[in-house]
């Protein structure tokens, strides 16, 4: 296999967003949120608008990496069905090499329909498919790739061995965006992989899924983080931002006031992956960070897992509006 600049390993889906003024929010506790997302029974319903594009952690972040001139790789798995066809010929305009997907037969392509409400809330239908069981069988013999950009493993502990144990063979570094089915594993059983991850990289609440913490404890889940032993450890925040921790230090970025979010899908992806495109190419923290930012507000104001995603790196004056402060550990 030829060599990658970057491998990224995680979901294909094929995400549905569709809209209609008739979908009516109905209060009730027979739904776990208290409302209800809702239509009139045995009706036929107009929709106004739809749009269709490729998501899952997988595709997103390879996208981000080609776009931005890495020659990538995306491992991942598809049925044998027309969205499959569609993951691996979106993967194939975006210069994402697919020789490491995998075509299960007879099974199904991962499927989110996204309905959206005339406000912007939306309920998600998933249908999570083979992206949720990937496996070792799908690894190559060995890495051919500097870095390795991990999104869920979907809890398979064998999977990760396997994987960990091949990047440490080939001298790749590994960046993890770990799922909730990783993350219930607990930071006892995860640590011996989190100590050989260069960046770990997780939201709020993935934070207080690992650390046990309450939501609220910020400085406390960051103290817990770097005792695991990550080089680098992400944590975002939503539009509150990001911080990074390394060691004894700990940066904060900004997000920019005043964003008008269309379509949070892809945030958290587009995040990781331009934190790390702008590590490898700048290899500096603050730079890395603001790019993170950028790509991420970048993706929130279109509809689509990767509609926005930057497509070419950003000026140094466009880099340095992202304000990236040191905050004094607590
Ligand atoms: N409302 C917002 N305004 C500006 N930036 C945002 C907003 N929401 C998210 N971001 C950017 O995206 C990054 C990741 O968002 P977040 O912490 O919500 O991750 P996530 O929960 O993994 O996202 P996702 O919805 O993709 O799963 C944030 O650190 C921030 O830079
Ligand atoms: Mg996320």
Same mark, same amino acid.
């Given at each position: 296999?030829?060599?990658?600049?970057?491998?990224?390993?995680?979901?294909?889906?094929?995400?549905?967003?569709?809209?209609?003024?008739?979908?009516?929010?109905?209060?009730?506790?027979?739904?776990?949120?208290?409302?209800?997302?809702?239509?009139?029974?045995?009706?036929?319903?107009?929709?106004?608008?739809?749009?269709?594009?490729?998501?899952?952690?997988?595709?997103?972040?390879?996208?981000? &990496?080609? +776009?931005? #001139?890495? @020659?990538?790789?995306? !491992?991942? /798995?598809?049925?044998?069905?027309? *969205?499959?066809?569609? %993951?691996?010929?979106?993967?194939?305009?975006?210069?994402?090499?697919?020789?490491?997907?995998?075509?299960?037969?007879?099974?199904?392509?991962?499927?989110?329909?996204?309905?959206?409400?005339?406000?912007?809330?939306?309920?998600?239908?998933?249908?999570?498919?083979?992206?949720?069981?990937?496996?070792?069988?799908?690894?190559?013999?060995?890495?051919?790739?500097?870095?390795?950009?991990?999104?869920?493993?979907?809890?398979?502990?064998?999977?990760?061995?396997?994987?960990?144990?091949?990047?440490?063979?080939?001298?790749?570094?590994? &960046?993890? +965006?770990? #799922?909730? @089915?990783?993350?219930? !594993?607990? /930071?006892?059983?995860?640590?011996? *992989?989190?100590?050989? %991850?260069?960046?770990?990289?997780?939201?709020?609440?993935?934070?207080?899924?690992?650390?046990?913490?309450?939501?609220?404890?910020?400085?406390?889940?960051?103290?817990?983080?770097?005792?695991?032993?990550?080089?680098?450890?992400?944590?975002?925040?939503?539009?509150?931002?990001?911080?990074?921790?390394?060691?004894?230090?700990?940066?904060?970025?900004?997000?920019?006031?005043?964003?008008?979010?269309?379509?949070?899908?892809?945030?958290?992806?587009?995040?990781?992956?331009?934190?790390?495109?702008?590590?490898?190419?700048?290899?500096?923290?603050?730079?890395?960070?603001?790019?993170?930012?950028?790509?991420?507000?970048?993706?929130?104001?279109?509809?689509?897992?990767?509609?926005?995603?930057?497509?070419?790196?950003?000026?140094?004056?466009?880099?340095?509006?992202?304000?990236?402060?040191?905050?004094?550990?607590?």
């Amino acid at each position: 296999m030829a060599g990658f600049d970057l491998i990224t390993i995680g979901a294909a889906t094929i995400d549905a967003f569709v809209w209609s003024k008739a979908f009516r929010l109905v209060k009730s506790r027979a739904f776990s949120t208290g409302v209800g997302e809702c239509l009139s029974l045995g009706s036929k319903i107009e929709i106004d608008k739809f749009v269709l594009g490729t998501g899952g952690g997988g595709t997103n972040s390879a996208a981000t &990496f080609a +776009n931005l #001139g890495f @020659k990538t790789a995306c !491992l991942t /798995a598809v049925g044998d069905d027309l *969205f499959g066809q569609g %993951v691996l010929g979106d993967l194939k305009t975006r210069r994402v090499a697919s020789v490491l997907v995998q075509r299960i037969p007879g099974g199904q392509t991962a499927f989110s329909t996204i309905l959206v409400v005339p406000s912007g809330e939306r309920t998600i239908l998933v249908s999570r498919g083979v992206a949720e069981h990937l496996s070792e069988k799908m690894l190559p013999r060995r890495f051919s790739a500097k870095w390795i950009y991990m999104t869920s493993l979907g809890g398979n502990l064998k999977f990760g061995r396997k994987i960990f144990s091949q990047a440490k063979k080939s001298g790749t570094s590994i &960046f993890w +965006n770990p #799922g909730a @089915k990783d993350l219930v !594993l607990g /930071a006892g059983r995860l640590k011996p *992989f989190l100590k050989q %991850v260069e960046v770990l990289d997780m939201n709020r609440e993935e934070a207080m899924k690992l650390t046990g913490r309450p939501l609220g404890d910020l400085a406390g889940m960051l103290r817990d983080l770097d005792k695991i032993g990550s080089r680098l450890v992400l944590l975002t925040d939503g539009e509150k931002g990001a911080y990074l921790s390394e060691g004894g230090q700990l940066w904060r970025a900004h997000t920019h006031r005043h964003i008008k979010v269309v379509n949070k899908t892809g945030a958290g992806d587009a995040f990781g992956s331009g934190f790390l495109a702008g590590l490898i190419k700048y290899r500096d923290r603050t730079r890395a960070l603001q790019l993170g930012v950028l790509n991420s507000e970048s993706v929130i104001q279109k509809i689509g897992a990767k509609t926005g995603l930057l497509t070419n790196w950003p000026s140094k004056n466009k880099l340095a509006g992202v304000k990236v402060t040191a905050v004094a550990k607590s």
